[in-house]
């Protein structure tokens, strides 16, 4: 009797749930089970084609093909019908769709791209239905980005991966809502693309591009961005105007034959315009600019985090940059540090300035040290230096069992201004 009221109970909640409880049941779940909701009562029927999130990532193809691979074996089929079947089926899903769909995740493995109709449907139907997020992740093929992601006026969200990018269409006004735009793996055509693609994006907060080709000369000037990252290959970089920028990562992919010597300058220039609270550079910078490298110009008053990789510490001026960074950043909260395996140096290139103090410094990370002098005498100084500081924690290099207890005897031996500084030893 018990039973039989509780499962009237479950029946009831099903008929009688909320819509929004329903979309927020329907979220949860893949698109397969959720089209399977259909079948518990009149109210869910249609409900699952209506839901404004669609997410055909990798794990819905991996779940087609299992489906599939036993009706393969068993009738010796074509394998390219299983991503036929796969792409059929997610136009069904867009094309019966009813209402808006806000945000589309897609993935397309190698076998889905070679028939590239179905996509430009698919995002022409994308761009007159609202979306506002857009992820659609290329596995290995470098195809172009249909015109019709252009069209799609009420983004707020981009990705894209593994794409060329092509000129945007003569009346293409811009994404005047977009807020995020993520390119990886992506071709621009011309160099100028990039500029007519964020020129009037004027809600833009976040800008990451990583391993792009097609252009060495990069302007950022977008007024709203708080964080930006670079990580690729490129030969200038200049800024415009940032005074939004609270995060910046750079970072050189591999050492360019020719840097020019005004983008060693241009990371320093945001300092003076904006409210930068964490940075992180590459030491690919430092190294092809030689000794041509200037101090920051102010001093980064809101800085709390400072990341610096790539460091050959027995470069005089890769050295000198990083005590200067330092000393340009007295409210630092936490720093880490990724150093090149090294040689040891003269006495010369170790005069440190022990009267900059580092009073807010809580955490600091080390890896790849070796124990060469110039990385031992860094560690000494950082510890001499930070009053408050908890915790340095250090991962080392290659090397011998010898010379990790030779360099952990020589850490250990160093004063430490603050009494609660532990040294923790990171496992490889």
């Excluded at 179905?118 to 659609?136: A, E, P, Q």
Aim: charged share 20%; proline share 4%; aromatic share 10%.
């Amino acid at each position: 009797m018990a039973c039989s009221k509780s499962a009237k109970n479950m029946v009831d909640f099903f008929s009688n749930a909320p819509d929004i409880v329903i979309d927020k049941i329907l979220e949860t779940l893949p698109i397969r089970i959720a089209a399977r909701t259909s079948v518990l009562s009149k109210q869910w029927r249609h409900a699952w084609l209506s839901l404004k999130k669609l997410n055909f990532d990798a794990d819905f193809w991996e779940e087609q093909k299992n489906i599939d691979e036993s009706f393969i074996w068993r009738t010796n089929t074509d394998e390219s019908l299983v991503w036929r079947k796969g792409c059929q089926i997610i136009s069904d899903i867009l094309f019966c769709h009813i209402g808006p769909v806000h945000d589309l995740d897609l993935y397309m493995p190698f076998e889905a791209c070679k028939d590239r109709r179905d996509y430009r449907h698919w995002i022409s139907f994308l761009s007159k239905n609202g979306v506002r997020k857009v992820v659609i992740r290329n596995q290995y093929v470098e195809m172009d980005i249909t015109t019709y992601i252009f069209r799609c006026s009420e983004l707020v969200h981009l990705e894209l991966s593994s794409f060329k990018l092509n000129p945007p269409p003569t009346d293409f006004i811009g994404f005047p809502y977009l807020k995020h735009l993520l390119l990886e793996d992506v071709n621009f055509i011309k160099q100028s693309i990039f500029c007519s693609l964020i020129e009037n994006c004027i809600m833009l907060e976040t800008l990451k591009l990583v391993k792009w080709s097609g252009m060495d000369h990069i302007v950022i000037d977008v007024p709203s961005l708080q964080t930006l990252v670079l990580n690729g290959d490129f030969e200038s970089l200049a800024f415009r105007n940032v005074r939004s920028l609270k995060s910046i990562s750079l970072c050189l992919k591999r050492l360019p034959k020719k840097l020019r010597v005004e983008t060693v300058d241009a990371v320093n220039l945001p300092a003076s315009s904006c409210q930068l609270q964490s940075i992180e550079f590459d030491g690919h910078l430092f190294l092809t600019a030689g000794d041509i490298i200037r101090p920051p110009p102010v001093t980064f008053i809101h800085l709390h985090e400072l990341c610096l990789s790539n460091l050959n510490l027995s470069d005089f001026g890769v050295s000198r940059y990083l005590l200067l960074m330092i000393e340009c950043c007295p409210y630092l909260k936490k720093l880490d540090i990724a150093v090149l395996p090294g040689e040891n140096v003269g006495q010369d290139m170790l005069d440190y300035n022990y009267s900059n103090k580092l009073v807010h410094l809580l955490e600091v990370n080390i890896t790849g040290i070796t124990g060469t002098s110039a990385e031992l005498k860094l560690v000494e100084y950082l510890f001499a230096i930070s009053p408050v500081l908890k915790n340095l924690f250090f991962k080392s290099g290659y090397i011998g069992i010898e010379s990790q207890v030779n360099m952990l005897e020589s850490l250990m031996r160093f004063p430490r201004a603050s009494t609660k500084a532990s040294l923790v030893c990171l496992k490889k």
